[in-house]
């Protein structure tokens, strides 16, 4: 065999080898994603101050499937069937483009939203109190979260949470689209909590913002830990 064609072979034998090591890390990494860790795009600023727009935030797929949700965690979910987007449909390759950015993180979703669970199923949520509060079964909610100067809700509001329900709302109320804004929608704003993706564990992108993501349980009436779900 001369050495032009064994270098040849050499190439062709080292090509395969990376295509071979790209194929591993993108199964592994899409196995990852799957059962574990999955990366989001935050698009606006209903979370803030917690999250920014723009903000890449590493969401764990376990937190919520071996262990309860509390009132005051935050959550990552799928809209559809409660919170579904105003637009969609818009063509095969522009959703394509769109659905690589979200696997990549660069991109948020029309369907997947980030909120902070408020009432638990069999809660009564109400508000407000005279002090302006909302309330969690007769309970005022201290609320350190909410984004400053804003009031904890604008929208007067009397509900309780069906079997299987959440009550979500942003941090940002005055901007947020969340529970509040979907009262006479189809699923009367409750997400379902099969619908639940994962918790935000951490900040990973921008750099200057790299840091853990923190839990707060609110309510202190007995209801708190018997509505854990």
Known sequence: MSTSS????????????VLVM??????????????????????????EPLFLPGDRVAVSR???????????????????????PLNSGRGATLDALAGLGQFLGVVGSDTVYVKRVIGLPGDHVVCCTAAGKLSVNGAP???????????????HFDVVVPAGRLWV????????VDSRSLLGAPGGGFVARDRVIGRPIQIVWP?????GVGRIQ????????AGQL
């Open 169 to 176: 709302m942003g941090d940002h109320r005055s901007v947020s």
């Open 6 to 17: 064994t270098e040849r072979r050499s190439r062709k034998l080292g090509w395969r080898s």
């Open 218 to 225: 609110l309510g202190t009436d007995p209801g708190a830990s």
């Open 207 to 211: 750099l200057g913002r790299f840091t």
């Open 22 to 47: 790209i194929l591993v890390v993108v199964l592994l990494s899409s196995l990852i994603r799957a059962l574990w860790i999955e990366t989001y795009a935050i698009p606006s600023g209903s979370m």
């Open 141 to 155: 909610l201290d609320e350190p979260y909410l984004y400053p100067g804003d009031a904890p809700s604008e929208t």
């Open 62 to 84: 376990t937190d919520y499937t071996f262990g309860a949700l509390h009132r005051g965690d935050v959550l990552v979910f799928d809209g559809r069937g409660s919170f579904d």
